[in-house]
């Protein structure tokens, strides 16, 4: 004797209907139309592991029927937006940044992402950040157009990657209007 399934599917007649359209016209990603076609095949009554033929697993089986029978037919189709992180350098942290990339590090030649991640956790700026997070704001703001550029009026620097190789030279970065007064 098998278990019974805790999440049972039984579809209205519109909701079938709704699917089956769906399934047919294909102008729904390809995860959207697996969900429909798994909850079709789970309105038949068909056993989690035979409901499998679709290419997901019994755990997302279960899954979506589990979705479909607490929240709806939408909730079990589409899946619910996620909060954005917010930024780990906001514009005074950007102005830090830039600020110290113009300036020579302390006991080396040249600056590293890693030594300027550090010196930005060192500073205060942040709790934690990535090398990857401050080339990646490195090259925002180096690459914007249109502005006067204010910043590394000393010239050209270059930043040495952690495996030892450098990049390309750091364009002097552009400041905006309303960060001027952020490093007085």
């Known amino acids: 004797m098998g278990r019974q399934k805790q999440f049972v599917v039984a579809l209205s007649p519109h909701e079938r209907q709704e699917l089956?359209?769906?399934?047919?016209?294909?102008?729904?990603?390809?995860?959207?139309?697996?969900?429909?076609?798994?909850?079709?095949?789970?309105d038949q009554g068909?056993?989690?592991?035979?409901?499998?033929?679709?290419?997901?697993?019994?755990?997302?089986?279960?899954?979506i029927r589990r979705k479909f029978v607490q929240g709806g037919l939408?909730?079990?189709?589409?899946?619910?937006?996620?909060?954005?992180q917010p930024p780990k350098l906001d514009a005074h942290g950007t102005a830090i940044?830039?600020?110290?990339?113009?300036?020579?590090?302390?006991?080396?030649?040249?600056?590293?992402?890693?030594?300027l991640a550090d010196r930005l956790v060192t500073l205060g700026v942040v709790d934690s950040i990535s090398d990857e997070t401050v080339r990646?704001?490195?090259?925002?703001?180096?690459?914007?157009?249109?502005?006067?550029?204010?910043?590394?009026?000393?010239?050209?620097r270059r930043l040495r990657v952690a495996d030892g190789s450098r990049t390309g030279y750091v364009r002097p970065a552009l400041r905006c209007p309303s960060a001027g007064d952020l490093l007085r």
């Open 20 to 42: 089956t359209d769906m399934t047919r016209k294909g102008v729904h990603s390809a995860r959207v139309m697996t969900r429909a076609r798994l909850l079709l095949l789970s």
């Open 46 to 63: 068909l056993k989690d592991r035979n409901v499998r033929a679709v290419g997901v697993s019994t755990v997302t089986v279960a899954s």
């Open 136 to 156: 990646r704001t490195l090259k925002k703001t180096s690459s914007s157009r249109g502005r006067s550029r204010v910043v590394c009026r000393s010239g050209r």
């Open 97 to 115: 940044l830039i600020a110290e990339v113009c300036s020579a590090p302390v006991g080396r030649e040249t600056w590293t992402m890693q030594l």
């Open 74 to 84: 939408k909730a079990a189709l589409y899946e619910r937006a996620r909060p954005k």
